[in-house]
């Protein structure tokens, strides 16, 4: 079986559930991963195609793919639909928090345009089991993969010497909403003079960011104690956060059907790097954090103990720290693309059947 993976619009999550099971099984018949099925010509795909017998599609929601897949099926190929996020309208993407009536029409569309591809791929992979049914209403043959750690990417972190605790905020915590309900609590952080708050995401190299991200920019910059770390290459990502000497890496969550559709992918990776976790709970279990492993980090159910816990694992850091270097070895073990793309290989086989 001869397997190619598409990636779609998002390279890291691409990276993560197609790029690295296609490059473990040696079954990958592409090789830019960089660049999306949107960017790639149709022609393309198609050439590509004739190499493989299985198509994954990675988070399609384009309404052009839909004519791609029927080609594809009409040359005898078995397609897949993959995702690791909801576009589910109302439920997951609520209309009334985006800026504009053309956000909410995109929303809409890609909503709809995710369901036409759903019902007419021959089988669905996705990261959760909240995701999973919510894709077997449209397509029952789903099957849930969990996030896997490249050991490639197990970077030495830099120590930090700056005799300030670094505490990190990375990517899509700093954006989402997902910071709002601890905000007076940064705030709190910030007025400290041992801490230094790092946000890793929202400003280009340039300095530039999305005007939708215009409140969230504000936020961050209006903190006196605050270091950036602007966007980088999916390719340096790793080693990008092992330099930054972070000491602790937060990772909040609203309580809403769209998180609790998220995977632990950002767990996988601090705890790789043997960096600290503090991350969001819900009071009826169901974030991405708890459960099996929670145990390899602190959770935070009650959003006023956010500063706390933060401050706690700073004073007691030998503890922490210890605990992170027992996540490193549980994530090398329970989520290795070396140990678990065999996994992968047999369910896509059950799905093609």
């Given amino acids: ?87 589910l309208v109302g439920k997951g993407i609520i209309l009334s928090r985006l800026e504009n009536d053309k956000q909410r029409t995109i929303a809409v569309e890609m909503s709809d345009t995710t369901n036409k591809i759903l019902g007419i791929c021959d089988g669905v992979i996705a990261s959760t089991s909240i995701l999973a049914d919510e894709y077997r209403l449209i397509n029952p043959n789903v099957v849930v993969l969990k996030n896997c750690i490249d050991p490639l990417d197990k970077f030495i972190c830099k120590k930090n010497t700056t005799g300030r605790f670094r505490i990190g905020f990375v990517g899509s915590v700093t954006t989402n909403d997902d910071y709002i309900h601890l905000k007076d609590q940064i705030k709190r952080l910030d007025e400290r003079n041992d801490v230094t708050i790092v946000v890793f995401g929202i400003m280009h190299k340039d300095g530039s960011y999305l005007s939708f991200m215009k409140d969230d920019f504000w936020f961050w910059s209006s903190l006196k104690n605050v270091e950036w770390q602007n966007y980088v290459n999916v390719t340096e990502y790793m080693s990008t956060i092992a330099r930054l000497a972070l000491d602790v ?105």
């Fill in 1 to 87: 079986m001869k397997i190619l993976f598409l990636p779609g619009h998002y390279p890291f999550c691409y990276y993560v559930r197609g790029y690295l099971p296609g490059v473990y099984s040696n079954n990958m018949v592409i090789s830019d991963f960089i660049r999306s099925a949107k960017e790639l010509e149709h022609k393309d795909i198609v050439e590509k195609a004739k190499l493989a017998d299985v198509v994954v599609f990675q988070r399609p929601n384009n309404e052009k793919i839909i004519d791609l897949i029927r080609v594809l099926k009409s040359m005898g190929k078995k397609v897949i639909f993959e995702n690791d996020d909801t576009y």
């Fill in 249 to 353: 890496a937060i990772i909040p969550r609203t309580d809403s059907y769209f998180n609790r559709c998220k995977s632990n992918l950002k767990f996988l990776e601090m705890s790789l790097l043997g960096i600290p976790v503090i991350a969001q709970g819900f009071k009826d279990g169901t974030s991405p954090y708890q459960g099996v492993d929670e145990k390899y980090m602190t959770i935070v159910t009650n959003n006023s103990m956010w500063y706390d816990s933060i401050i706690k694992v700073k004073d007691d850091y030998t503890f922490y720290k210890d605990l992170a270097n027992n996540a490193q070895q549980y994530v090398l073990r329970e989520y290795n693309i070396v140990n678990y793309v065999s996994v992968w290989l047999e369910e896509i086989k059950k799905l093609i059947k």
